[in-house]
């Protein structure tokens, strides 16, 4: 499991996407005190939206 990250920032770590993903769960930080998590029924869906997280931060990163 990737370390928890700021995802409103520049902060990319072991995820590459600024965010945790466990089997079914998202989670990432916005500032101090606000938290999001998307929970998903079934690994498949959670990957889906994974990778495309992951390919809007790669391209968002590579533009700059």
Request: a negative charge; hydrophobic letters at 35%; glycine letters at 10%.
């Amino acid at each position: 499991m990737a370390h928890g990250l700021s995802w409103g920032d520049d902060s990319v770590g072991d995820d590459d996407a600024g965010g945790v993903r466990q089997e079914t769960l998202i989670v990432w930080s916005e500032g101090d005190n606000c938290d999001y998590a998307l929970s998903f029924q079934e690994k498949k869906g959670c990957d889906e939206v994974w990778e495309k997280i992951c390919q809007v931060r790669l391209c968002v990163f590579t533009t700059r």
